[in-house]
């Protein structure tokens, strides 16, 4: 089983910048890829970003390239999302999915992910 936490929601103003933080723990592995997903009020979960397992492939929304960046630290089984450029309309439940995979494809849909996180709030005000 594998276990994941986001962590560093938060509030903040539009224009400024956030990063969160994917831990994945729980057993013992070396390569899984990730993706960021999320879910405003009254929406459907959306695709954000994801990255392969050695970080070297990224593919993001149209929505947020060029503001965000996806990255990962394999020595620390997490990954991040950095959101520069925030918009009031960023605000959402940011959710971190993992799948256990050694290949480099762009994982974009929900369902090729097995372990999900609880999400963290974060709100841009205007």
């Known amino acids: 089983q594998v276990r994941v936490v986001e962590s560093g929601g938060g509030l903040v103003l539009a224009g400024g910048s956030l990063r969160l933080s994917c831990a994945a723990s729980g057993r013992t592995f070396s390569r899984y890829a990730a993706g960021w997903f999320r879910q405003a009020p009254g929406n459907e979960r959306e695709f954000v970003a994801c990255?392969?397992?050695?970080?070297?492939?990224?593919y993001y929304a149209d929505s947020v390239k060029g503001r965000f960046t996806i990255s990962r630290d394999n020595a620390k089984n997490t990954v991040y999302l950095q959101m520069n450029s925030l918009k009031s309309e960023d605000t959402a439940v940011y959710y971190c999915?993992?799948?256990?995979?050694?290949?480099?494809?762009?994982?974009?849909?929900?369902?090729?992910?097995?372990?999900w996180g609880q999400g963290t709030q974060v709100t841009v005000s205007s």
């Open positions: 990255i392969n397992w050695s970080g070297a492939t990224t």
């Open positions: 999915a993992v799948v256990i995979t050694s290949d480099s494809s762009w994982r974009t849909r929900q369902d090729q992910y097995d372990y």
